[in-house]
């Protein structure tokens, strides 16, 4: 999750209407799938389920990627972190407390 700063919101909703091909193409051949981000009152939750097999080699080829470093610079500044200081983290990462599964155990 990562606070919305309140100034910039229009900017951001504004981007993500209309997020770029070349972002969305990295974040699927970095193995994301079903990514969605929620917005409650100034606060963003992303969600997405990774298929791979090695998600911080994924995560830093969607880092280095020179279209999403663009994508980055424009979303950045609409954003707050709420990560821990020195945890490396922009969005801070929320811990799973139930899940539904599709089988009774």
Known sequence: M?????D???TYLRLH???WPGVEQTLREA??????I?????????????VGEDHDADQRRIADDPQTREWWKLTDPCQESLAEPGSGHWW???HEVWHLTEEAS
């Open 17 to 19: 209407a209309a997020v």
């Open 31 to 36: 193995n994301i799938r079903n990514y969605s």
């Open 2 to 6: 990562i606070r919305l700063r309140p």
């Open 38 to 50: 929620f917005l409650h009152q100034d606060l963003l939750f992303g969600y997405y389920e990774y």
């Open 8 to 10: 910039h919101r229009d």
């Open 92 to 94: 801070a990462p929320m």
